[in-house]
């Protein structure tokens, strides 16, 4: 019987897809990664009422994913990462933010934890797949017999753009089983099959920080660690002009409006991070639009790097509309993308992530949007 291991949250997703695989015929085993979370913050900090529970693995997740493992009849361990996830995951999470670049941890997460430390546990447990409850497909190409990347049928849950690092080794050794489904559907699998978490609500945050509130975590995370803080410095408009300060680069995103502290006769709007000069650049929404932007870290599904430019769909953020492009590789790992239509507020730090194939649903690869 073929060995799979299902990386179990105590969410709908993951419980559904053990349930799914159980009833294909595989022997299942369940593994939850006890991940890093904030230590209990003392009552006289400022944010004593901060939860320090790591919402992906809290004491209440365990006990769902136990209580799930349990109905199906498959065991259930828990694996401690926490050391690794805080230094390849939060660590650069914070330095990426300090650097006026805003990342996505998930994307690393998945590359360099999922799919590299709990995919080695798999495979030592003599499983030959590990399964998550990502909402993507694979296959193989009858051309090349290389494995594909394929975006989620359904276009709301698509989860692709945080899966595009994975390399031909880790998806040959993946499963996807709800890359043919929706939501909706899935809630009403998991309440068909008495799972006891079929109307638990779905967690949008990052889950090492509490309350979505990353400023928040920033500044713990500096008081905690003894790095270094987020410094003030000069908001300036495109000219150079100073029109104020602000409170540290990683307390601002791309785009944002609100909270600049500056007034105009206009609205002003944040155009870019300068770490060079620790200066937050302001000006109009029109200046927000760009159609070119270079990559960095680029990877591809196929294992090669095209020699030549090509042309896909571009995502430049998780929710955004893939808008067609060109890619020119260089050397290094980098690649410039121009769009064929100017996309809004690109921001250094996020992915972008090309497709391509007859549907628009073969996932190519990607890269690290740059300054």
Same mark, same amino acid.
């Given at each position: 019987m073929t060995r799979v291991v299902v990386g179990m949250s105590g969410g709908v997703d993951?419980?559904?897809?053990?349930?799914?695989?159980?009833?294909q015929g595989y022997d299942v085993v369940g593994i939850m990664l006890r991940l890093w979370s904030e230590p209990a913050p003392?009552?006289?900090?400022?944010?004593?009422?901060?939860?320090?529970?790591?919402?992906?693995?809290?004491?209440?997740?365990?006990?769902?994913?136990?209580? !799930?493992?349990?109905?199906?009849?498959? =065991?259930?361990?828990?694996?401690?990462?926490e050391q690794p996830f805080q230094q390849t995951i939060v660590d650069y999470f914070y330095d990426e933010y300090l650097a006026g670049r805003t990342p996505n941890p998930c994307l690393r997460c998945n590359r360099y934890i999922r799919f590299t430390l709990l995919l080695e546990r798999a495979l030592a447990l003599g499983a030959d797949y590990l399964a998550t409850g990502h909402y993507v497909r694979v296959d193989d190409d009858p051309a090349t017999g290389l494995r594909r990347l394929r975006t989620g049928l359904s276009a709301e849950k698509d989860?692709?753009? !945080?899966?595009? &690092?994975?390399?031909?080794?880790?998806? /040959?050794?993946?499963?996807? =089983?709800?890359?043919?489904?929706?939501? #909706?559907? &899935? /809630?009403?699998?998991?309440?068909?099959?008495?799972? #006891?978490?079929?109307?638990?609500?779905?967690?949008?945050?990052?889950?090492?920080?509490?309350?979505?509130?990353?400023? *928040?975590?920033?500044? %713990?995370?500096?008081?905690?660690?003894?790095?270094t803080a987020p410094a003030p410095g000069p908001i300036v408009d495109e000219a150079g002009q100073t029109l104020g300060r602000h409170s540290g680069l990683a307390h601002y995103t791309i785009g944002q409006r609100k909270g600049l502290g500056v007034s105009a006769r206009e609205p002003l709007h944040v155009l870019r991070l300068d770490p060079a000069r620790n200066a937050v650049v302001v000006g109009a929404a029109a200046a927000l639009d760009r159609d070119a932007f270079s990559v960095r870290q680029t990877t591809f599904t196929s294992?090669?790097?095209p020699s030549l430019p090509f042309t896909c769909a571009v995502k430049v953020r998780y929710k955004a509309v893939p808008v067609p492009a060109t890619v020119t =590789?260089?050397? *290094?790992? $980098?690649?410039? &993308?121009?769009?064929? %239509? #100017?996309? $809004?507020?690109?921001t250094p730090g996020q992915?972008?992530?090309?497709?391509?194939?007859?549907?628009?649903?073969?996932?190519l690869g990607g890269g690290l949007i740059e300054d």
């Open positions: 993951s419980s559904v897809a053990a349930a799914l695989l159980r009833e003392d009552k006289t900090d400022e944010d004593a009422e901060t939860a320090a529970e790591n919402t992906c693995c809290s004491l209440e997740s365990m006990a769902d994913a136990r209580r !799930v493992a349990a109905h199906l009849g498959i =065991p259930f361990y828990v694996v401690n990462v989860q692709s753009y !945080v899966l595009h &690092v994975l390399t031909q080794q880790q998806l /040959r050794h993946a499963l996807f =089983p709800l890359g043919a489904y929706t939501k #909706p559907e &899935v /809630r009403a699998m998991a309440a068909a099959r008495g799972l #006891p978490i079929a109307t638990k609500a779905e967690s949008q945050e990052i889950c090492f920080v509490a309350n979505n509130d990353y400023r *928040g975590f920033m500044r %713990r995370y500096a008081q905690s660690t003894g790095r294992g090669d790097t =590789p260089l050397d *290094g790992g $980098r690649a410039v &993308v121009r769009l064929g %239509r #100017p996309q $809004r507020a690109i992915a972008a992530v090309f497709y391509g194939g007859a549907d628009g649903d073969l996932v």
